[in-house]
């Protein structure tokens, strides 16, 4: 045998072994934290990033999930990502604002006219601008996911215009956009995690709540709640988010492997959401809850202009205007 047809075979035997080895290694197993339960929206777009990863990967990475607050609310989740005791995390935008301020133009009411124009603005360079700014604040966002439009429900009556909602001690998420909006609304917003609404819904601390079809299917707030009015009052993103310690450790490719897994993730959040907003209507209706689907948005709308006026000096007109117009 020829010095270089040894070398060729030594070579291939070393690869086969240790190539074998390599793809027979355990995973790299890390954790996806979420606030919503297994059959929630989040849930599906997790395991859809988890699946798209893995064949990615090659088997090198596995996701599994931590569903249901089991490791904190949102706020503690961003915490987490931040300081490294959570690998990743799917948040509503809700307490992000609080972490990087120049995400809270995305939570002002009626902003988003469709599900496509958000995705559009959110796909788009207006959305990567804001992506940019995590790392500057400790987190890290591999993509914009879905939370959906968001709805009020209640316990004390039927909410069909602005007059309805007045005095209503309504638990918002800790985001002071939406808190001042229902304020001007004469709304008694009362800012709380995720993972204590559902008991403080069933001893009447607070009186509603607002969130996605979804969010109020898979929490079960039929259980505790009589009215939902479909208000579509503000488009509620997600976001993906990495720990930077986790972050720093991948190569480039391996970073693309996340940010693709992450868009296999969103598509399939999104389709979620979707569904949940077109089938889960009628299902709440049938768990007894009083639907409202004419309420009037138009003076909702004009209700809120004090509020508006507040976030165009906050944010900035042309930067309102630069979402509200964009075209895909
Ligand atoms: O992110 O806190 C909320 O109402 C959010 O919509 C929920 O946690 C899903």
């Known amino acids: 045998m020829?010095?270089?047809n040894f070398y060729k075979t030594t070579a291939l035997a070393f690869a086969m072994m240790f190539g074998s080895a390599a793809a027979n290694a355990a995973p790299t197993e890390l954790v996806v934290a979420h606030a919503l339960s297994a059959t929630s929206h989040y849930a599906v777009g997790a395991e859809a990033m988890n699946a798209d990863l893995a064949k990615r990967s090659n088997g090198k990475f596995k996701l599994t999930q931590s569903y249901g607050g089991?490791?904190?609310?949102?706020?503690?989740?961003?915490e987490g990502t931040q300081i490294?005791?959570?690998?990743l995390a799917i948040i509503s935008t809700g307490p992000v604002g609080n972490f990087v301020p120049d995400t809270l133009i995305l939570d002002i009411p009626f902003l988003f006219?469709?599900?496509?124009?958000?995705?559009?603005?959110?796909d788009g360079p207006i959305g990567q601008k804001l992506l940019d700014k995590f790392p500057e604040h400790g987190l890290h966002a591999l993509a914009w996911g879905e939370n959906g439009f968001r709805n009020l429900t209640n316990n004390v009556r039927a909410v069909k215009e602005p007059a309805d909602v007045h005095g209503l001690k309504i638990r918002t998420m800790e985001n002071p956009i939406h808190?001042?909006?229902?304020?001007?609304?004469?709304?008694?917003?009362?800012?709380m995690a995720f993972t204590e609404l559902f008991t403080a819904l069933e001893q009447g601390t607070v009186d509603g709540e607002?969130?996605?079809i979804g969010v109020i299917l898979s929490a079960n707030f039929a259980d505790v709640q009589k009215y939902l009015s479909l208000t579509q009052h503000i488009y509620s993103p997600a976001v993906i988010l990495i720990a930077p310690s986790v972050w720093d450790g991948l190569s480039e490719e391996e970073r693309s492997w996340f940010l693709e897994s992450a868009k296999a993730g969103v598509k399939a959040m999104r389709e979620k959401v979707r569904s949940d907003a077109d089938n889960g209507v009628a299902?709440?209706?049938?768990?007894?809850?009083?639907v409202v689907d004419d309420v009037d948005t138009a003076s909702?709308?004009?209700?809120?202009?004090?509020?508006?006026d507040e976030f165009s000096k906050k944010f900035g007109k042309d930067n309102l205007d630069a979402i509200k117009n964009f075209k895909q």
Request: hydrophobic share 35%; aromatic share 6%; glycine share 8%.
């Open 84 to 87: 490294g005791t959570v690998d």
């Open 70 to 78: 089991s490791l904190g609310g949102e706020r503690e989740l961003a």
């Open 2 to 4: 020829s010095r270089q």
């Open 113 to 122: 006219s469709s599900y496509e124009h958000a995705h559009a603005v959110l």
């Open 300 to 308: 909702f709308q004009t209700a809120l202009q004090p509020a508006f």
């Open 179 to 191: 808190i001042e909006a229902f304020r001007t609304l004469g709304i008694l917003p009362t800012p």
């Open 283 to 290: 299902i709440l209706r049938d768990k007894g809850m009083k």
């Open 210 to 212: 607002e969130n996605p």
